[in-house]
T-cell receptor, first 113, second 109 residues
């Protein structure tokens, strides 16, 4: 199985532009997550979804939005990118949010200039 | 506040044993995860401890002491492919993983 896929692999974006990072899982997991990873820092949770149709804010949600229209897809949108959003973005999923192992996609490397 | 403390970098020799320590403070506790992350790649799951004690899985073992807010990952018979970052992540009362910055492990021949 593919597990979790993310697109694009990398992107350079001009400040002020919008962008959607895509994430798709084929494991029928209920919960999905978006993290950003910056050098010297731990992974930080941006948004999460416990199940299709619901979303929640994580530790660093400002400047980002998500939707969960179905089980498989969990896109992350930057409405107006800023240089501080330069980061590596990882999507993850777990069977349930209550203590189950999270499995990660390959990541999207985003540079905002 | 919530805090994770693990060494930034460690060096070990191929074939040897290394122990990576992690101390944590979280609001509530629902277990602790260890992940491995090779440079430029995604984190991959290694272990999960929710009760005190040692969990052994092949060359890797993980230990937890909830009363001390302490865990370690023990890697035996080190191989060059074990060169990676190791991430400690306890889960708080809201089932949110709190991630440390990771320990970069360098294996020398």
């Amino acid at each position: 199985t593919a597990g979790i896929t993310q697109a694009p692999t990398s992107q350079i974006l001009a400040a002020g532009r919008s962008m959607t990072l895509r994430c798709t899982q084929d494991m029928r997991h209920n919960a999905m997550y978006w993290y950003r990873q910056d050098l010297g820092l731990g992974l930080r949770l941006i948004h999460y979804s416990n199940t299709a149709g619901t979303t929640g804010k994580g530790e660093v949600p400002d400047g980002y939005s998500v939707s969960r229209a179905n089980t498989d897809d969990f896109p992350l949108t930057l409405a107006s990118a800023v240089p501080s959003q330069t980061s590596v973005y990882f999507c993850a999923s777990s069977d349930d949010r209550g203590g189950d192992t999270q499995y990660f996609g390959p990541g999207t490397r985003l540079t905002v200039l | 506040g919530q805090n994770i403390d693990q060494p930034t970098e460690m060096t070990a020799t191929e074939g040897a044993i290394v122990q990576i320590n992690c101390t944590y403070q979280t609001s509530g506790f629902n277990g602790l995860f260890w992940y491995q992350q090779h440079a430029g790649e995604a984190p991959t799951f290694l272990s999960y401890n929710v009760l005190d004690g040692l969990e052994e899985k092949g060359r890797f073992s993980s230990f937890l002491s909830r009363s001390k807010g302490y865990s370690y990952l023990l890697l035996k018979e080190l191989q060059m492919k074990d060169s990676a970052s190791y991430l400690c992540a306890p889960m708080d009362s809201n089932y949110q993983l709190i991630w440390g910055a990771g320990t970069k492990l360098i294996i020398k021949p």
